[in-house]
């Protein structure tokens, strides 16, 4: 531009901007048509593999007469909070769909909308008790907790999750939707372009960065009620508070994700025998890693400590953090340095009658 400064006449200047600024518009236009064309597809494919599925077993026979046994008759969903290491994590557990011989499915909701409609949480409570061709089943995807109890069902899923510090992960999901991260690195994020730093974020007052945009981990535990995402309610995070205790088999935290690898290993090896191997030793560990960070300074994380919304994350995340040490050192024994799981520490006695 600048060699064409020196060539052209000032109207023909203007006319060379004008014309690359329309051209830059229709290249981010065609972008964009070529994303949502993408998606489209992934959605007939992911139709296509139903039907299949679904003819395959009407060839093989009526669905009543099809029997699970105890340890097969189980769901696990993983209603994963953005930004939280969730991709590492997922990605363990399609790595051992094969081996451990269960079905791993993405739950992908239009413009990642955590809220589903109500005639949505129907059809996914019918499908997730009552496709039995996809148990054991292990559902992963960003979508708030759903009570399936409300829905009449006997047996309800497992959940799990794993959650963050809340400055942090907001820190990383700024930077995220501004340049990405290594594993789709082609791929056009929604504020691409946008070079502002979190630190001139904050300092600038912008809306990326307010103190609101931290209230994301209570509404996701809380679940659908319309006082879940009511930002800054105390009875959210109370709600928030008693799903993660009463309905939550364990939740981990990010900063000591192989502790809950771990654990799961151990209390659910239908699913997870292999995992801390695998965790510890395999290429995709920390798969996922955002680009350009640059960690906030201190006056920064100062600022945003004030907002009550921060406090009621953060008292979400610490009680989440003390509840998950708690059933680990409960679960696990320290030897130089490294953590073991304990054998089964309970037996049985004085069973009557006598048997002769």
């Not at 489209?40 to 007469?65: F, M, S």
């Not at 502790?259 to 996922?288: C, N, Q, V, W």
Request: charged share 30%; glycine share 6%.
């Amino acid at each position: 531009m600048g060699l064409l400064r020196i060539m052209l006449p000032p109207k023909l200047q203007l006319l060379a901007v004008l014309v690359f600024g329309v051209a830059v518009l229709f290249l981010e236009n065609q972008i964009q048509k070529l994303e949502e064309s993408r998606g489209k597809l992934e959605r007939a494919i992911a139709r296509h593999e139903v039907r299949e599925i679904e003819q395959r077993h009407t060839v093989d026979g009526p669905r009543q007469d099809v029997t699970l046994d105890e340890e097969d008759d189980v769901v696990i969903i993983y209603n994963r909070v953005p930004k939280t290491a969730s991709t590492s994590f997922t990605n363990i557990a399609y790595d051992l769909c094969a081996k451990n011989k269960y079905h791993v499915l993405h739950i992908n909701t239009t413009k990642n909308n955590p809220v589903m409609s109500l005639q949505d949480q129907v059809r996914f409570v019918k499908n997730v008790t009552s496709w039995r061709e996809m148990k054991p089943g292990f559902y992963h995807g960003h979508i708030s907790y759903l009570d399936f109890a409300k829905f009449g069902v006997k047996k309800k899923p497992i959940y799990i999750n794993v959650i963050r510090d809340p400055i942090e992960r907001l820190v990383s999901y700024y930077y995220f939707l501004r340049f990405g991260d290594d594993y789709r690195p082609g791929l056009r994020r929604r504020k691409q372009g946008d070079k502002k730093t979190f630190d001139e974020c904050v300092a600038a007052g912008g809306s990326d960065c307010a103190p609101e945009k931290l209230w994301l981990q209570i509404p996701f535990f809380c679940g659908h009620s319309s006082e879940c995402w009511n930002v800054g309610s105390r009875w959210a995070l109370e709600q928030a508070k008693y799903n993660l205790i009463n309905e939550y088999f364990l939740v981990g935290v990010t900063e000591e994700l192989e502790d809950f690898i771990m654990l799961l290993e151990a209390a659910l090896p239908r699913f997870f025998r292999g995992a801390t191997e695998l965790y510890r030793t395999g290429k995709k560990s920390h798969l996922r890693k955002t680009t350009e960070k640059k960690l906030p300074t201190k006056e920064t994380i100062a600022k945003l400590q004030q907002s009550e919304i921060w406090k009621m994350e953060n008292e979400f995340y610490e009680f989440a953090l003390e509840q998950f040490q708690f059933v680990r050192a409960h679960a696990v024994r320290e030897k130089d340095g490294e953590l073991y799981i304990l054998a089964q520490n309970f037996f049985y006695e004085k069973i009557y009658p006598k048997s002769n």
